[in-house]
């Protein structure tokens, strides 16, 4: 699950919202929704997060937060370090060959970290 689709899980269960009620109002099929909500589809586009803000009635910071949310939530990276140093791209190579076995307190101290 990608954070994006985390927070609209989120929504829709603090406002009793079912997936295909949000799917129909919005005129797309669950199914993509629901691949969207689990990270088994791309970043949503721009307008489609538009569409999401005015459904939930989102406006101002927390649409530009749902945005950035949006942007921040592709489940495929691929990380350039060409022109960096090798320890850049050692980082980059350990990270994506252990991402799966970190636990959250792991991720949480490398959140920290890159947050900073």
């Known amino acids: ?15 009793g919202v079912t ?4 799917a129909d109002e919005l005129e797309v099929s ?3 929704l629901s691949a969207l909500e689990h990270g088994k589809r791309g970043q949503p586009s721009i307008m489609l997060v538009r569409q ?4 939930f009635q989102i406006f101002w910071d927390e649409a530009e937060a749902l945005e950035r949310l949006a ?4 489940p495929r990276i691929v ?3 060409s022109g960096l140093t090798p320890k850049a791209t050692l980082v980059a190579n350990l990270l994506a060959e252990r991402i799966r076995s970190l636990d959250e307190a792991t991720i949480d101290r ?3 970290v ?3």
């Open 52 to 55: 999401i803000c005015a459904y």
């Open 110 to 112: 490398l959140l920290e």
């Open 71 to 74: 942007e921040m939530s592709h």
């Open 1 to 15: 699950m990608t954070p994006f689709g985390a927070h609209i899980r989120e929504l829709r269960a603090r406002r």
């Open 30 to 32: 669950s199914a993509y």
């Open 19 to 22: 997936l295909k009620q949000m």
């Open 114 to 116: 890159l947050n900073r």
């Open 79 to 81: 990380v350039d370090t």
